[in-house]
């Protein structure tokens, strides 16, 4: 039998299980084992998993299944919610976007006391109930979470043709919101509806909204954005520094990328000598991620800060430059269009004289910022 796994977040990897399932299925045939979704990738990697787990594209979940369905008898998806409840709503929800009905075996929270194992087509009964008693879980079948789903959670409404609320499941309070990975709020409650008023989200019911962050996410389609609440990564792993390949370059000039959105794909740097990141949470997690490769950043930051991971990493030679509320963005666009000529990368012959100019156009429009060297 062929059979795909698409392995979704870090905590299924840093608990060790994705290692562990991989080696229970290929007692049942062979097994080809890909990444969905795009937060996982950080784990897969300090995991040493790599070669195992194929991380280069950045797909979301129900598009790896799709992929990885094309030569699979049987996929598999593991993922470790925060919760049942929220694991169960990411399987209904990714099962529902997915092309066509896939055969498609979850397996969620394993090695918890709620860990189930949900057999989202029939036609895998068995072999989901053998996975089950090998990992000693429970089977729950697909129409009794599609009825819990469809009863409790109000996923999606619209009103007039222009409003749409999507409920999410599982929140806890005083949690961040992200909306296809941009902080758009904090939990109030647990009870947290989203509205958006002709794709701009308006109002987080059960929560408080922060308006920075939506106007950095823009329009958007609430039915299929990607939500995620609380810690992008719980675990405190400790990083796996890989080492920089070599080029052969004919001068001595440096590449210096810009980043301004912590959403888009910060993997695509890892050969950057150095990046200018811009906001608190983009400097954050550019940080924790780069570090693994050894890139310095030069963040630019504000303090407007949402704790997103546990702890954040920065490479050695790395500033960061704390400025008053506002100033991030402000700063940070001067940097694009002075320095990069509105370009995302440039290059540089010398490291200090560019820290030099940062620090110039910073002091041309503030005298009230510090800097911090790692």
């Avoid at 409920?167 to 647990?190: D, P, Q």
Wanted: aromatic residues 6%; charged residues 25%.
């Amino acid at each position: 039998m062929k059979i795909g796994v698409v392995v979704h977040g870090p905590q299924i990897v840093d608990t060790g299980f994705a290692k562990k399932i991989l080696g229970l299925l290929e007692n049942y045939g062979n097994v080809t084992a890909r990444l969905g979704g795009t937060m996982g990738r950080t784990a897969v990697i300090d995991a040493e998993m790599e070669k195992v787990i194929d991380i280069n594209q950045k797909l979301l979940p129900s598009q790896s299944i799709d992929k990885i369905s094309e030569n699979s008898d049987v996929v598999i998806l593991i993922n470790y919610g925060k919760s049942n409840i929220t694991g169960h709503a990411f399987g209904y929800k990714v099962f529902r976007r997915c092309k066509g009905v896939p055969e498609l075996i979850q397996i969620e929270r394993p090695g918890e006391p709620d860990g189930t194992v949900i057999p989202w087509n029939e036609n895998q009964i068995d072999l989901a109930e053998k996975l089950a008693r090998k990992l000693d879980l429970k089977v729950l079948r697909p129409s009794t979470v599609i009825k819990k789903m469809e009863n409790d959670t109000l996923y999606n409404t619209i009103e007039n043709e222009t409003t749409v609320y999507r409920k999410i499941a599982g929140v806890s309070k005083n949690e961040n919101i992200f909306l296809n990975g941009i902080v758009v709020g904090k939990s109030t409650s647990s009870e947290v509806i989203l509205v958006a008023e002709r794709g701009i989200l308006k109002n987080i019911i059960g929560g408080e909204i922060k308006d920075h962050g939506v106007e950095k996410l823009g329009i958007i389609d609430l039915n299929s954005a990607v939500v995620k609440t609380g810690l992008l990564r719980r675990s405190r792993i400790h990083p796996r520094i890989l080492e920089r390949k070599e080029y052969n370059k004919h001068n001595s000039k440096l590449n210096i990328s810009y980043l301004s959105h912590a959403a888009e794909d910060i993997y695509q740097l890892k050969d950057s000598d150095l990046v200018v990141t811009v906001g608190d949470d983009t400097t954050l997690v550019a940080g924790d991620i780069l570090y693994r490769f050894k890139v310095p950043i030069i963040g630019i930051t504000d303090g407007d800060l949402d704790k997103v991971v546990e702890e954040g990493f920065k490479t050695v030679g790395s500033m960061i430059v704390e400025l008053e509320s506002g100033l991030d963005d402000i700063i940070g666009n001067k940097i694009f269009l002075e320095l990069f000529n509105g370009k995302q990368t440039m290059e540089i012959e010398n490291l200090e004289n560019f820290k030099s100019k940062i620090i110039q156009i910073i002091s041309n429009t503030t005298n009230r910022y510090n800097l911090k060297y790692n």
